[in-house]
């Protein structure tokens, strides 16, 4: 299947650092993807050549198999967008705001609005200016799924909300997703996207530094598992274990790392009484982080 | 619902402004003609006035002689030679550096075009509020001509009035579309006004130091206020070449402006 979004060789060059370069991306029909990046790697520049708002200084976006720019009225008629500085009417009611922008893409009804409002716990009657960030942040969120776009792009959207409506967000992204539709979904913080993203992309100092599955991920990471014997086990019992490497003891308590699967690991452990165990699974993060590293070490975040 | 599109969402927004200046235009009509009869008349100040330095004539005439006793060249001197259009500048420069600009500076402008709207069609639907605007304040000021002159007896016929009202519109309506223009180049609410305020003082002054200054004679021409005023419109009416040429620079602004707009980076 082509992309419903593909970036080719993504190039914006401002006056010095910022902006992205020969960025090639694609994302499929159907899935959640998370884009990720520190502030000013370049998310937001991609972002705003999909929605047309700024152009490329070279390369391609392409939507819906149409180009970003010249057929940009007909992407956007299938899109919905939040984006990263949302700034709305403030005269305006949610109310109000929905059906013009309803009016603008020609809704016969703002039923779409209506039910999101209800799972958003959304007052639709108070001026705009009056709510607080995180109701705005709702706001927000409703106009750019009210019309049941085939592909949401979405500048970190859940910036200022509450775990709750958090929550309500990624079941949202979840069933929009099992309806075929896709989610682009850009974060700064993996742990934001790591439970409702099938894959993600990270860019940094405005290059693609990494594209995989969250899966994929997830086996790379370090599980940290602490085990208290029955009696302590032979010095190298584990050695030669695979994806095991044996960090601490005190006396009983033996500390492990296992790095992705776990079987051979808890096999041997069968081998051994064991009285008690507690694993925290390594943080996304914690990968991440090793590879925001440039090769030089720095840290770029 | 005033919700449907840009151009109904524009004027929703602008209503309570438009409602304050025809106040502000109906005040302004009223204190002049009822200060006319104590004018009309009056030998000492028609031969004050005729005694004006040369100067000052070329900037408070409309058109035509300077003639305060007469009640076109009254309204001419006290409403059409400056504060009309003044107004009426202050209002378009103001809509028209908000309409693109001043959504832009808000931010809302992201997500506006969001919605399968161009660009264009944005900035068209946003120059077509200014200029109904314009319209309505063009129709408020007319009536309360209308109005005023017959109470106060001015005598001058509803049609020189229309002709001169519509004049001072379509003067208005050019630099609302130039600050519109401004704005959709800059991106900036302050450089919109102050572009299209500066070129308007500019032609202001231009036209009325070339009826003084020989040498900026010919240059006379280029001035919008040259045109805006030189048909003498309250007493002969409206001249075609002239309301051409303001209908010309309102036409060259609209149409660059949704092209200027097209072509922008919208940088957050």
Redesign the interface.
Known sequence: MTGVVRLEQLTKS?GRNRGVVELDLTVRAGEVFGFLGANGAGK?TTI?TM?????PTSGRVTIFGLDAHRD???V??R???V???????G??TPR?LF???G???GLRSLSGAERLAERFELEVDRPIAALSRGTRQKV?LV??FMHEPDLLVLDEPTSGLDPLVQQTFNDLARETAAAGRTVFLSSHVLSEVQHVADRVALVRDGRLALVDEVESLRARALTRIEVTFAEAPAEHAFDGVEHVRELERRGPVVVFHVRGEIDAFVKTLAEHRVVALNSHEADLEDIFLSLYRGDDGRAAA | ?L????LL?TLR?SSRAVIWWSLGLIGLVALMVSVYPSVHGNAALDKLVHDYPQALKGFVAFGGELDYTSGAGYLGSELFALMVPLLLLVAAIGAGARALAGEEE???L?????????RRRVAAEKLAALFLELFALGAVLFLALVVGCRAAGLGVSAAHLAAATVSAVVLAAGFGAIALLLGAVTGKRARAVAGAAALAVAGYVLNGLASLVGALEPLQKLSPFYHYAASDPLRHGLGLPHIAVLVGIAAVASVLGPFAFERR????
């Open positions: 401002y937001t705003r929605l047309d708002l700024i152009r940009g009225v007909d956007r008629r899109l919905g967008y984006p990263g500085d949302l700034r709305l009417y005269r305006l109000e059906s013009y922008f009016a603008l893409r927000g106009q750019a | 619902m919700l449907r599109n840009v969402k927004d808000a931010g809302t992201d997500v506006l075009l969001a919605n399968p709207v161009s980076e919208l940088v957050a």
